[in-house]
Each structure stands twice: as structure tokens, then as C-alpha cells.
């Protein structure tokens, strides 16, 4: 019985592996995640249409749409409800709560795109998607992934951060601290060599706690 399970249970996506591929049906017409190529995506699971805590986040979730386009980041949007049911919805969000939905959403009804990404809990929800988060860069390897469960809306002033060190870190070849928000000094790599640790600490361009950790202002 075990070794049935694991066969139809796909393994889960991991941080530094290629985003699983898809074609999939959504409120924009058919999309591929190569569409994407050359530029990051935010990739996220909702639970269901006409939701209190999901239409929440909807409207939040536009909000920042278009400062993630602003650093090159789109936004797709999943659940298994038909694609009527993300028309009528996203109608409805409009109508009433004055917010045009701008972004894609996939309508996953077979669920090939969320056995693929691991956006189904069994022990939350045989048949509905939890609030997962995928970010995936621009040469559509995941970046990071965040799971919510159902009863808890998601921040997005920490996905908007998230993607924002992410890029930083690239482009600078950094690391971000706790709490890092732009604009904040950033982490540089540990020295390799003991000679290279003694001149570190004596560098007055580095804010250092010690050798190991040292931080600089980025231009």
C-alpha cells in the first residue's frame, strides 16, 4: 500500500530546481510557464473562489502588481475551480470591491498544475490547494516557496521583500540580513582565508560583528 502511495504522489518541487513545466487553461487564454522565460514570476495558490480570506488576498495581491512588474515580476494565479467560476469571481471583486484583477489565473480543475508544484495537503484538503507561494526567477528556477495554511491570509509586503532580496542578492552578489528591506546595508561573503579575515575587520568601509559577518551599504 506504501509503495503505491509514493507512485502516484509526485515529489515536491525543492528551492534551486527548475519550476516544473506546464500548459494550463486561465482567465488570459492558454499559458505556459515558458511564457515567462527572461522574466520572474510569482506563482500562487488560492483555495477557492468566492472565499472571504482568498477575495482578501486577491485584492492584495493587486495592490502590488505593479511594483513587481516594476522589477521585472509577474503574477499567476491558481486554484481547481473552473475557468467560469475565476470569470465570475474576478467580475465580482471588481464590482464590488472597486479592484480590476489584472493578472492570469489557472483554472486547474484535473489538478496537473498542483500535483506538480505540491500545492495540495492531503491532511489540509483532498481537493482544494493551499495558499503556496512559488517565486521563480527569470531562468525559471524556483526561488523560494512559501505555504500558508487555509485560515491564514498571506503578507504581501513579504513576498514584495522576498523577491526584492532575491534580486539583490543576485545582482550584488550579497546576502540579506533579518529583516533586510531596500536600503538597508547588506551582507558581503566570509572571507575564505585567515589573512583575508584579519584585513576584513580592519576595512572601515565594513560595518563588522566579527569576521565572519560584515555588512556595507550597497551604492
Same mark, same amino acid.
Given at each position: 500500500?506504501?509503495?503505491?502511495?509514493?507512485? /502516484?504522489?509526485?515529489?515536491?518541487?525543492?528551492?534551486?530546481?527548475?519550476?516544473?513545466?506546464? +500548459?494550463?487553461?486561465?482567465?488570459?487564454? /492558454?499559458? $505556459?510557464?515558458?511564457? @515567462?522565460?527572461?522574466?520572474?514570476?510569482?506563482?500562487?495558490?488560492?483555495?477557492?473562489?468566492? /472565499?472571504?480570506?482568498?477575495?482578501? +488576498?486577491?485584492?492584495?495581491?493587486?495592490?502590488?502588481?505593479?511594483?513587481?512588474?516594476?522589477?521585472?515580476?509577474?503574477?499567476?494565479?491558481?486554484?481547481?475551480?473552473?475557468?467560469?467560476?475565476?470569470? &465570475?469571481? %474576478?467580475?465580482?471583486?471588481?464590482?464590488?470591491?472597486? %479592484?480590476? =484583477?489584472?493578472?492570469?489565473?489557472?483554472?486547474?480543475?484535473?489538478?496537473?498544475?498542483?500535483?506538480?508544484?505540491?500545492?495540495?495537503?492531503?491532511? +489540509?484538503?483532498?481537493?482544494?490547494?493551499? $495558499? &503556496?507561494?512559488?517565486?521563480?526567477?527569470?531562468?525559471?528556477?524556483?526561488?523560494?516557496?512559501?505555504?500558508?495554511?487555509?485560515?491564514?491570509?498571506?503578507?504581501?509586503?513579504? =513576498?514584495?521583500?522576498?523577491?526584492?532580496?532575491?534580486?539583490?542578492?543576485? +545582482?550584488?552578489?550579497? &546576502?540579506?540580513? &533579518?529583516?533586510?528591506?531596500?536600503?538597508?546595508?547588506?551582507?558581503?561573503?566570509?572571507?575564505? /582565508?585567515?589573512?583575508?579575515?584579519?584585513?576584513?575587520?580592519?576595512?572601515?568601509?565594513?560595518?563588522?560583528?566579527?569576521? @565572519?559577518?560584515?555588512?556595507?551599504?550597497?551604492?
Amino acid at each position: 500500500m506504501s509503495e503505491q502511495i509514493q507512485q /502516484t504522489v509526485p515529489s515536491l518541487p525543492r528551492i534551486g530546481s527548475p519550476a516544473p513545466p506546464f +500548459e494550463a487553461v486561465t482567465t488570459h487564454g /492558454t499559458i $505556459r510557464l515558458e511564457d @515567462y522565460k527572461g522574466s520572474w514570476l510569482v506563482l500562487f495558490s488560492h483555495p477557492a473562489d468566492f /472565499t472571504p480570506v482568498c477575495t482578501t +488576498e486577491f485584492m492584495a495581491f493587486q495592490s502590488i502588481y505593479s511594483r513587481l512588474k516594476e522589477m521585472n515580476t509577474e503574477l499567476l494565479g491558481l486554484s481547481v475551480d473552473s475557468l467560469f467560476s475565476h470569470i &465570475a469571481w %474576478v467580475r465580482n471583486i471588481e464590482q464590488n470591491g472597486g %479592484v480590476k =484583477i489584472e493578472f492570469p489565473i489557472i483554472a486547474d480543475l484535473n489538478k496537473d498544475v498542483a500535483y506538480k508544484y505540491g500545492m495540495i495537503m492531503p491532511e +489540509e484538503s483532498k481537493t482544494e490547494t493551499v $495558499r &503556496a507561494v512559488f517565486i521563480i526567477d527569470d531562468k525559471q528556477i524556483i526561488r523560494a516557496i512559501i505555504y500558508y495554511p487555509m485560515s491564514a491570509g498571506r503578507n504581501m509586503e513579504e =513576498i514584495l521583500r522576498l523577491v526584492q532580496a532575491l534580486q539583490t542578492a543576485d +545582482e550584488h552578489k550579497v &546576502a540579506t540580513p &533579518a529583516n533586510w528591506k531596500p536600503g538597508d546595508k547588506v551582507i558581503v561573503p566570509a572571507p575564505q /582565508t585567515k589573512e583575508a579575515a584579519d584585513e576584513r575587520v580592519k576595512d572601515d568601509s565594513y560595518e563588522c560583528f566579527d569576521w @565572519y559577518l560584515c555588512k556595507k551599504s550597497l551604492p
